[in-house]
């Protein structure tokens, strides 16, 4: 057929039926306000960078950077105070964003990990200063070759890459829409749009550059296999259901579809597509999570990225995936639990023995916190295994216990240093306790929450979830997770011990005197973690409130 006739087909039709008017989306601007502010500042950020001189940039980027974070959580505050979490819970933008209480517990949970983050992003007072510049974590120049001239030339000219605050505001927008989305497609956009900066922050530590971009590679590498799974899933449940809405979805997956697509009606009866579709999805979002099998990334990507970064995605990554994983299976898979519960069950079970037992080895503090969220990952699982409101409830108690407790932890890291920067070692750590006791009593507090011993965050967590999950028929896991903890237990307390009961060495590392930034997160951290370990019944209530899924 010629181009002329293909044509005047499509002339021919368009004149049978004239197109109408094009319906404009409705979107709900204040429900979404949360996610508008930060990709807002996020790109005022970017003209920060092209527009502002260079001397300038640091402080403007870290007043907008704290401003937005804190503006979007009052806007989360003020949706919650509203009653959108519990009564007016709906379903935003054309069907794309769940504006519900889970949705809103888990954006808050990851702005005020995230405001807290950005606190030791912005500290320039670890370093001794070069050349008479006070320095950061991050590269002098990103693009210049490591150890190359141009590199010296731009440490000697004590340039910062501030970019890194634009760049979070990025990743934190796509982790408030994606444990949000409410169809395939926006979760799979918002993961590529948190998972890119993350990408690019991991290979801009500022020592150690080599190893940092090494990390930077096999985190994209094995990113791009996990996207390439959950894209592969999306499509084979859209060719099962016709649509990638969750309500949709649902309806056909427990047969309460009411209009079938004639077009569709071969493909709604194939459960190989819904099976193999549902298992690449979890799949994609089991990687993020960091659960075993799929957790090979985790260690070599949280050692080799500045630590700054890797405290941030430690906590606000777990954060917004489990809130993803729980929407897909409680919203989206429910008339599949009896196909999906074995498996998790498993991947609960070796996440917990695997990490906990891999941890023991570990000789580098950065790889053993690594294992040890590994670990958290499987003890996660056990909560959403429980297929319970409380379940829902416990993991998202979790999740805000965990990630004020990781970023502690990798603020404290950050302070122990020796002439090559941090002192990531554990033989380094001896007898810290001694040389700076208070550095090692609050780690030790971190250690002791990880670890899930009574009047700690951790503790309060691990009954939550565990309690869950027994209660959701799932006691043979709840005995795993124990015997994990007290295993996991073994090398927190190993890390103490040595800290408090070793000499110390004589060329043995210094403790960094940092800022009140980086003061105040560790701070934040200890109460955090105290507050929710003491009297942790009200963040209970309120997680059981925000524990019901719109659909």
């Known amino acids: 057929m010629s181009a002329t006739a293909v044509h005047s087909l499509w002339t021919t039709a368009a004149e049978v039926e004239p197109l109408g008017k094009i319906p404009a989306p409705h979107i709900e601007y204040a429900q979404l306000a949360p996610v508008l502010i930060v990709v807002g500042a996020a790109v005022l950020g970017v003209l920060v960078e092209a527009l502002v001189p260079r001397r300038a940039r640091y402080h403007t980027q870290m007043f907008l950077t704290v401003v937005a974070l804190a503006a979007s959580f009052a806007a989360v505050v003020a949706l919650a105070a509203g009653g959108y979490g519990t009564t007016k819970a709906q379903i935003a933008a054309m069907g794309a964003i769940a504006v519900d209480g889970p949705a809103l517990f888990l954006q808050g949970t990851i702005l005020l990990a995230s405001l807290v983050a950005v606190f030791t992003f912005a500290e320039r007072r670890l370093d001794p200063a070069a050349h008479g510049n006070r320095v950061d974590s991050f590269a002098a ?54 998972s890119l900066p993350l990408y690019l922050l991991c290979a801009l530590a500022r020592r150690k550059r080599l190893m940092s971009q090494e990390a930077a590679v096999k985190y994209f590498l094995l990113g791009a296999f996990s996207s390439a799974f959950l894209l592969f899933g999306i499509a084979l449940l859209y060719g099962y259901a016709g649509s990638v809405s969750y309500a949709r979805i649902a309806e056909v997956v427990d047969g309460s579809v009411r209009t079938i697509d004639p077009a569709l009606a071969d493909t709604m009866g194939n459960d190989a597509l819904l099976l193999i579709g549902g298992a ?65 069950w498993a991947v609960a079970i070796v ?165 009140p930034l980086t003061i105040t997160t560790i701070g934040v951290g200890v109460a955090v973690t105290l507050v929710l370990g003491v009297a942790p019944q009200y963040f209970l209530d309120l997680a059981g409130q925000a524990s019901v899924f719109v659909r």
Do not use: C
């Not at 590994?374 to 805000?400: E, M, N, Q, R």
């Open 141 to 194: 120049e990103a693009a210049a070759v490591p150890g190359s001239d141009h590199e010296k030339a731009a440490v000697k000219a004590g340039f910062t890459t501030t970019e890194v605050f634009p760049i979070v505001l990025f990743a934190i927008t796509g982790m408030l829409v994606f444990p949000a989305a409410n169809d395939l497609l926006t979760l799979f956009i918002a993961l590529e749009v948190f």
């Open 351 to 515: 996440t917990m023995l695997g990490g906990a037992i891999v941890a023991i080895t570990q000789t580098d503090i950065k790889r053993l916190l690594a294992y040890s969220s590994i670990a958290h990952a499987g003890f996660i699982l056990a909560g959403v295994i429980a297929t319970t409101p409380d379940g829902i409830s416990s993991v998202l108690f979790y999740l805000l216990a965990y990630s004020f407790v990781t970023i502690g932890a990798f603020a404290v890291v950050t302070l122990v240093r020796d002439p090559g920067g941090e002192a990531t070692h554990l033989s380094q750590w001896a007898g810290l306790g001694r040389r700076s006791p208070l550095v090692a009593a609050v780690f030790a507090v971190f250690l002791l929450a990880f670890a899930g011993i009574p009047l700690t965050s951790g503790f309060a967590g691990k009954f939550a979830v565990f309690k869950a999950a027994a209660e959701g028929g799932a006691v043979a896991l709840v005995v795993v997770g124990v015997i994990s903890s007290a295993i996991a237990a073994f090398f927190y307390i190993r890390v103490i011990v040595l800290m408090f009961f070793s000499e110390p060495k004589p060329e043995g590392p210094t403790v960094a005197v940092p800022s």
């Open 280 to 344: 690449m999805i979890l799949m994609g979002l089991l990687f993020k999570v960091g659960a075993v099998p799929f957790h090979m990334w985790t260690p070599d990507v949280y050692q080799g990225a500045p630590t700054p970064v890797t405290g941030f995605m430690a906590a606000a990554t777990k954060v917004a995936a489990f809130g993803a994983l729980l929407r897909l299976l409680y919203v989206v898979l429910p008339g599949l639990t009896w196909d999906w519960r074995p498996v998790m």
